[in-house]
């Protein structure tokens, strides 16, 4: 399976949110899987190309320059620290993955989803074209009306979608598409 793990960020929040970090983490354990970070010029072509795009809406975007090379496109934040394989992620075993968000820091809902159901938009795995494209779709035309813009999206389009039914999963702490 052909797998590439995607993000953004710019030039001002590349040093803050530990970028190198991220990027070290995930080498770490993942020498052999693709990843891509779009850098400030490339953000700004693609941002170019519609004037609705912005920082909280065009993940999917991304995910859709590439779906078409790739069976399995996973966005993931460079806020984040690999601490260990994912595996569950790499099996590819579903049509849409997230991680819950429910956690003591910081917890949120949004409209039917509430805190304990509620899912982070910090990494999504899909190698659905259809998925990436809804997702764009959704994100473009209401991303900026919620609190937590193509987070909400996520959960508020998921629930309301009868074409993906989420069930959680006690293992992996992610939904799964089937």
Known sequence: MKIIFISIVSDDWYVPSRTDDFIKS?????????LK????????????????LNYYNSKATFALKLIDDYDLVVWIDTDHLILGRLDAILEGRYA????????KYQNTGVGLRDEEHYFNGGIIASGAKVFWQHYEQESLLHAMEYQHKDNDILNLWGINDKRWHKQRSRQHDCIISR
């Open 37 to 52: 970070i779009f850098r400030e010029q490339e953000i700004n072509e693609v941002f170019a190309t519609d004037s609705r």
């Open 96 to 103: 849409i993955a997230a991680p819950a968000n429910f956690n």
């Open 26 to 34: 995930f080498k770490h354990f993942h020498p052999d899987i693709e």
